[in-house]
Every structure is written in C-alpha cells, then in structure tokens.
C-alpha cells in the first residue's frame, strides 16, 4: 500500500503512545507514510488515507483527548478506514481473552463503521501522574501488561487489510 496513515491516541501517562508507536512502526514495514500524533493535537484528517485511533481506558472510558478526536473529526472518519485500539488492563486478562470494547467506544464504532478494535494490557509504573494512579500504585497494582508481540500480530492485520483491500 501506498498513502498516509495517521496514528493517533489519548494517553495521560505515555504507556499508549508508546503502542501507538508499535502501531506504526509496523505498518510502516508495510509500506505506507504514517503519522504518530497525540489526539488533541491532530487538526485535520483529511489528508490521510485511513486512521488508526487508539485510547488509554480509565473508569471503564476512553480517553478523553481520544474520544473528542473522534467527536470533532467523525464526518472524515466515516470516510476512511478506521481501527481503533484500547489500552488499560493491568492485569494479564487482554492477553487472556479478548476483552470487547467499552460503551462508548462500541458506538462510535457503529457509527463510524470501525473496521476494528482490540483491548491490549496497560501500563502503570512508579511516577505515573494522578491522584487515582497514585492510589492504584499505592494498593500494590500496577505495572507493565503491554504485550507487544500481540499488538504487532494485530497491527500486521491492519496492514494486510489496507494492502489488500
């Protein structure tokens, strides 16, 4: 595939833009031009060919930058391909299951017509911003639940998908 491809994502503490960099970094191999940006610094979605949105879970919702980046660009969206991806367990279920995606994200999907979403594991390690994480740290939770060979197996999907159409 040649064209554009926008990687954006909602984080608060950095564990999902760095799968939004794997994200990329994959599809890049793939052949298309990708762009990794923060989701509330994205202006414009017109220039891309399709559009990877991935959002950090806190409280059972996405991402707040996450859910207004699609708020404000759906009218685009809805005319490109669209994955979407979640991150936020932290604990080993996303690599036991597939974990389906939360209300709010299941119906921008419909609307969109989402080609797919995925839930991997998150991250939350020492120095980690918040008043919530400073308690879930403080309660012995916490840690690394990224799995990043899934999430290169499922953006390897992506890839062939917008490859071969």
Known sequence: ????????YGTTNGSTARIAETVAD????????????PAGEVTRVTAYDAVVVGG???AGRWHKDARRFVRRHRHALEERPVWFFSSGPLDASAAERDIPPVRGVRRAMTRLGVRD???????????AKGRVAGMIRRSGKGGDFRDFGAIETWTEGVADALTHP
């Open 56 to 58: 950090a879970l806190y």
């Open 26 to 37: 994959v599809l890049r191999k793939a052949g298309p031009t990708v762009d990794v940006l």
């Open 1 to 8: 595939m040649t064209g554009t491809v926008l990687v954006t």
């Open 117 to 127: 979403h995925v839930t991997f594991g998150g991250c939350l390690e020492e120095g």
